[in-house]
């Protein structure tokens, strides 16, 4: 199913200075972003505008204080909400204007979401866990037990894979929620606090994980709200009252 044909979105300076890349390289571009959440008698904005773009192969976190709006932004990307208004285009498609059911469908394809929480499935092995998206899409079994064995290698499971999350070590299960999160090739990674659950030694060793990701060419969008976290990015955008506050490079 490739029923999301779209027009090329138009690209212009950012607001952080940077030259604009091509379009045909853009997986993320984000045009006057608005969310609005209705209470009672008042309209609160948890996003005031947001615009930016992010390249294939970037290494990006998005950083604020709670309330920020961070997690509001998080779940656009993701596809798990839809603005009030503007324009958010995923690798090419404009995905703020889908159904409920478009979305899910970009979701299993081109999002593979890693959380502080792991959200992997108590009773099952680390490989049936990795396998899940491949069930949702109907890819068939054999196919589905190699790609699955493939990426747990890639994330040093290989010797877990029989492994219940209970078996596991904190670490390990994020790596194989990471692992879930690359089964399907897609378009970005999105981690939500993918440390907040895990001690400092490793945590160091997801974020070394992450890198690695990233040095093979992944695109990774990681939210966070812990400096030394955010600083392991290429690039921090940093969010404030529900605003862009600064967009930096890092290193």
């Not at 948890?46 to 709670?66: D, K, N, T």
């Not at 961070?70 to 285009?89: A, E, F, R, V």
Request: proline fraction near 5%; charge should be negative; include cysteine.
């Amino acid at each position: 199913m490739e029923p999301f044909s779209t027009t090329e979105p138009e690209v212009g300076t950012g607001r952080d200075g940077y030259d604009s890349p091509s379009p045909d390289n853009i997986v993320i571009l984000a045009q006057d972003l608005w969310k609005t959440y209705d209470m009672e008698a008042i309209s609160v904005n948890a996003l005031s505008g947001v615009s930016f773009s992010i390249v294939r192969g970037e290494y990006v976190a998005i950083m604020g204080p709670s309330g920020s709006g961070k997690s509001t932004l998080m779940n656009l990307i993701g596809c798990l909400d839809t603005p009030t208004s503007g324009q958010y285009w995923l690798n090419g498609r404009l995905v703020s204007e889908l159904t409920d059911d478009e979305l899910a469908y970009i979701r299993n394809k081109e999002i593979g979401f890693v959380f502080q929480t792991f959200n992997l499935l108590a009773r099952a092995s680390a490989l049936h866990n990795v396998e899940l998206p491949l069930i949702y899409n109907g890819t068939p079994p054999a196919e589905r037990l190699e790609r699955a064995e493939e990426v747990l290698r890639k994330v040093d499971l290989g010797d877990r894979m029989d492994h219940r999350p209970n078996e596991l070590s904190g670490g390990q299960r994020q790596r194989v929620a990471v692992a879930r999160a690359l089964i399907n090739n897609p378009s970005i990674i999105l981690a939500d606090e993918p440390t907040g659950n895990l001690d400092s030694a490793t945590g160091d060793e997801i974020m070394n994980l992450f890198e690695r990701l990233h040095q093979s060419g992944n695109t990774i969008v990681l939210v966070t709200h812990e400096h030394d976290i955010a600083a392991r990015a290429h690039r921090i955008i940093h969010i404030r009252d529900g605003k862009i506050d600064r967009d930096e490079k890092v290193g």
